[in-house]
């Protein structure tokens, strides 16, 4: 039987970073709404792993949440009115706020702002 070898040890983090976690939130969201099924995330996810991996890409952490990352907006622009144009605007959006946010301000995003 399996067991830890210290079962009183912390875990360690399953995510690096807070976007790694809002990635699988938004999927999980998306297909409790019914927005796509979780066999389409599954397969969409998969495939983008297998592109991943098919150009060279390291087996870390990091590429499995960019392929994450690049399923669920390939999802969300099949399955909801976003547009591959709309989620490059808001990149872009978010590109501007971020860079002319003072460090230690929140960044503040606002629909069509242009900063």
Do not use: C, N
């Amino acid at each position: 039987m399996f067991r830890p070898d210290d079962p009183l040890k912390p875990r360690d983090p399953v995510f690096d970073e807070a976007w790694q976690a809002q990635v699988l939130a938004i999927a999980d969201t998306l297909v409790q709404a019914g927005r796509f099924s979780a066999t389409d995330w599954a397969d969409t996810l998969g495939a983008e792993l297998r592109a991943a991996q098919a150009g060279g890409q390291p087996d870390t952490t990091e590429t499995y949440y960019l392929a994450a990352l690049a399923a669920l907006e390939k999802l969300a622009t099949t399955a909801t009115d976003l547009t591959p144009s709309d989620l490059t605007s808001r990149k872009e959006e978010w590109a501007r706020a971020y860079l002319h946010t003072p460090h230690g301000d929140p960044v503040l995003l606002t629909r069509g702002q242009d900063r």
